[in-house]
Each structure stands twice: as C-alpha cells, then as structure tokens.
C-alpha cells in the first residue's frame, strides 16, 4: 500500500522514489512530451531534476509530484508545486506544473491533478497565489490552466528562452485563495 500526501478521485501523489527514475528518463526523451521544451532532457538531468524534487518536498511540502492512477497502481508522470525564481516581474512564485506520459493524455487527468493540487496548496499549505507559465503555442496546458479556473494576467518573453524564438512568447495566468 503506498502512502500517498494526497489522492483525487483517480489519482495519488506522492514524493518520488528510485523506480520513477527510469520511467521519467523515458517521459523526458520522448519527443511529442517534449514538443514544448528547447531540447529533451538528459538521463543525468532527470536525475537531479527528482533529487530536487525531494528536497523541495522535505523543505516545503510541495514539489512537481511524482502522479499515480490510483485503479493501476501506474506512474504517470508529474503534476505539482515548484517555487520560481528567474528574473520577471512576477517572481518569486510558486507555480503548478505537469507533465504526462501520452499514454495518459486526454483522459482528464492534468486537470484533475491540477485541481487537486490547487486545493493541497490552498487548504494545506496556505500558499495564497498560484502561477502557471506556458509559451503561447502551448494551447494544450493553456486550456488545463483554464479548465482550473486560472486567469490570464501577461504576455511576456521567458528569460530563460531568449534563444528559442517559438517558445519565447508565454503566457502567465494566476489564480489566488479568496479573502475570507
């Protein structure tokens, strides 16, 4: 029985454990995953990518978490909370995050994740406002941004894309706990 910080109906999120890394390297080589990204991301970087993780999970409670469906006890990919800081307007954030192996792609499962996670972090955590960055053409995880009730807020160049030109233009949308 694995023990999860959190379920949704479908889904467990928990903090990452040694079999994850195989099955990240192969979500992180996969082209269409990947589209979005400036290049795929190595096996060593995958590696130090789920160290942090871990850390970030001991350090504050939340991290990118490592996602199961619940009915196949089956590793999906990650979905979560990061905090950010390069250089913007709008930083330093905590942001949500996913990315899914295809196999589970349009079964809902970004958005229910997503959902959930929103609701850990506000009730839970307290964080009181939440980012989401994707570069325009992204319209994929721009309609999960909506679909979580996430509002755009800017248009502008990532810092950290400056030499990829189609993915430079990012949207920003935000969502924050209401006031009580």
């Not at 479908?10 to 269409?32: Q, S, Y």
């Not at 930083?91 to 192996?101: E, H």
């Not at 958005?111 to 839970?124: P, Q, S």
């Not at 909506?146 to 810092?159: D, R, T, Y």
């Amino acid at each position: 029985m694995i023990d999860y910080i959190f379920k949704s109906e479908r889904l467990g999120f928990r903090n990452w454990r040694k079999e994850d890394v195989a099955k990240m390297i192969a979500l992180n080589n996969d082209p269409e995953v990947m589209r979005y990204f400036p290049a795929k991301i190595t096996p060593e970087q995958t590696k130090v990518f789920i160290e942090k993780m871990k850390t970030e999970y001991d350090q504050n409670r939340y991290c990118y978490f490592a996602v199961d469906v619940l009915e196949y006890d089956s590793f999906i990919g990650f979905i979560g909370l990061l905090n950010q800081d390069y250089a913007a307007s709008f930083t330093p954030c905590v942001d949500i995050g996913w990315r899914l192996d295809k196999k589970y792609w349009n079964f809902g499962y970004a958005t229910e994740g997503a959902k959930a996670c929103l609701r850990y972090a506000f009730e839970t955590i307290k964080i009181k406002e939440i980012i989401a960055t994707a570069p325009q053409i992204n319209t994929e995880s721009i309609r999960v941004m909506q679909k979580i009730g996430m509002k755009q807020s800017l248009v502008f160049k990532h810092p950290k894309l400056k030499q990829f030109p189609k993915l430079e233009n990012c949207v920003l949308y935000t969502i924050a706990t209401d006031p009580l």
